[in-house]
């Protein structure tokens, strides 16, 4: 059983920055890839970014990269996104989620991740 916190979240103004963090318990956190989706006001939960059991590979959507930015320290069994230069379009709830027993790769779909986060709440003012 892997559960998953995420902190960070808040208001921002367009162009500014936030870092979320996302704190797993369970000792399989170094041996599995980690995702953040979001979930926009309205719409359906989508990818983000991924990251590799390693942290040596990374996969972001394309509507984030050159500006999102995810990494974890397996020592403290967290990861985190470095959201830059965000627009208010990033609006949404961001979720954290470890992928199932055995799946230390990237993944961008939402069927791979077992566990999620309660999620945090980021709003980009324009």
């Known amino acids: 059983q892997v559960m998953l916190v995420e902190s960070g979240g808040g208001l921002v103004q367009a162009g500014g920055s936030l870092r979320l963090s996302c704190v797993a318990s369970?000792?399989?956190?170094?041996?599995?890839?980690m995702g953040w989706f979001r979930q926009p006001p309205g719409k359906e939960r989508e990818f983000v970014a991924t990251?590799?059991?390693?942290?040596?590979?990374?996969s972001y959507a394309d509507s984030v990269r050159g500006r999102f930015t995810i990494s974890r320290d397996n020592a403290k069994s967290t990861v985190y996104l470095q959201m830059n230069n965000t627009h208010p379009e990033d609006t949404a709830v961001y979720y954290c989620?470890?992928?199932?027993?055995?799946?230390?790769?990237?993944?961008?779909?939402?069927?791979?991740?077992?566990?999620w986060g309660q999620g945090t709440q980021v709003t980009v003012s324009s």
């Open positions: 989620a470890a992928r199932r027993d055995g799946g230390g790769w990237i993944s961008g779909s939402r069927g791979d991740y077992a566990y």
């Open positions: 369970g000792r399989t956190f170094s041996s599995r890839a």
């Open positions: 990251i590799s059991w390693s942290g040596g590979a990374t």
